[in-house]
């Protein structure tokens, strides 16, 4: 029999792919013999790849690839785009290993580390993160992603040092419970935390995008992190309730000083201005909450639509 593949590898690499191109020649470079290293000492491996909806050749490479390696190459090809989270779903639906390793395709996580999150996996952990040292990141994507860990950490019970780094390692159990998730807006590390009963960080090396460009705008960004605060929160909700409470205390108690100064003053006319300024302030904040509902009434929309979450056009993998 050929190396590994026994029907069940022991282990699973998961990569989504979307226009790589340019990276992926330099990834299966680094990447096979890493896991080929592993797999010498006695641990089976498949990769999965996702090709999602790519408009470059990444699709051809992907292909050409798994004819090289048939034996522990598969190949998920979407119809479409749907995102990075959507990718690893897919290939974590597809994927056979005991344990389950994601790994970006831009060659930001090095491929040599995976042999250190695996040793962890043996110490018995069941989720194992990681902490970029040595970030190679603009600084204002570093400033912009510990503002919103603090704020994650604050409102969620999710612990993670370093949401943004996608070399994680995953057992089966936690894989299989993220399966039976059918959410459609998601983050995977944070919903593999919330499963995961004995979790763990270690520190990996990070390097620069090996090629092409990062594939998340400013926009995507904040639509992200609005995915990570609202699928495992309704802190912002309730926040927004209690603000609400307090304000109409507050506007209350100023009604009644109006009042009671007409009685006694006499009418008024001054002030006019300040008084714009807190309505505007008011109504500022009152847009903000109806935008936070719409928040969450999307998500509840999308969620009943039951629409499929994405659509496999082939899936690339030898028969045995
Ligand atoms: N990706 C994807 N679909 C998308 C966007 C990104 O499959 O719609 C993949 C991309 O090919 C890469 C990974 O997700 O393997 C992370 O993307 P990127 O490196 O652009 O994100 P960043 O590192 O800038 O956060
Ligand atoms: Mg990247």
Do not use: W
């Not at 503002?147 to 070399?167: V, Y």
């Not at 807006?185 to 593999?192: M, S, V």
């Not at 935390?193 to 904040?222: C, Q």
């Amino acid at each position: 029999m050929t190396q590994a593949m026994a029907t069940r590898p022991q282990v699973s690499v998961v990569i989504p792919v979307f226009n790589e191109e340019a990276g992926l020649a330099p990834l299966f470079a680094r990447l096979y013999p890493a896991l080929d290293a592993i797999a010498a000492k006695g641990r089976s491996y498949e990769i999965v790849f996702v090709n999602d909806g790519s408009r470059d050749r990444s699709a051809a490479l992907l292909r050409e690839q798994f004819q090289k390696r048939p034996d522990v190459t598969r190949v998920i090809l979407f119809n479409g785009n749907y995102g990075q989270h959507m990718a690893i779903m897919a290939a974590f639906e597809q994927c056979r290993g005991d344990m389950i390793v994601t790994l970006d395709a831009d060659l930001q996580n090095p491929p040599e580390e995976i042999g250190k999150l695996l040793a962890k996996m043996d110490e018995g952990f069941d989720c194992v993160g990681t902490i970029r040292v040595q970030r190679q990141d603009s600084a204002f994507r570093r400033y912009a992603s510990r503002l919103m860990n603090a704020t994650r950490e604050r409102i969620t019970r999710i612990r993670m040092t370093d949401q943004g780094c996608m070399l994680r390692a995953y057992s089966r159990d936690i894989v299989a419970a993220i399966n039976a998730c059918r959410e459609v807006n998601t983050f995977i590390p944070a919903l593999a935390y919330t499963f995961a009963r004995n979790p763990v960080e270690i520190e990996v090396a990070h390097e620069e995008r090996a090629a092409g460009e990062s594939k998340y705008s400013l926009y995507s960004l904040i639509r992200l992190n609005f995915d990570l605060v609202t699928a495992f929160s309704l802190v912002p909700l309730q926040a927004f309730s209690f603000a609400g409470i307090l304000i109409s205390l507050l506007s209350f108690v100023f009604v009644v000083l109006l009042a009671v100064r007409r009685l006694v003053v006499g009418p008024e006319a001054e002030g006019l201005f300040t008084l714009f300024g807190i309505a505007f302030f008011l109504i500022g904040i009152t847009l903000f909450g109806i935008g936070l509902l719409g928040e969450y009434v999307g998500r509840i929309y999308q969620q009943v639509r039951n629409r499929p979450r994405y659509l496999v056009e082939a899936i690339l993998e030898k028969k045995d």
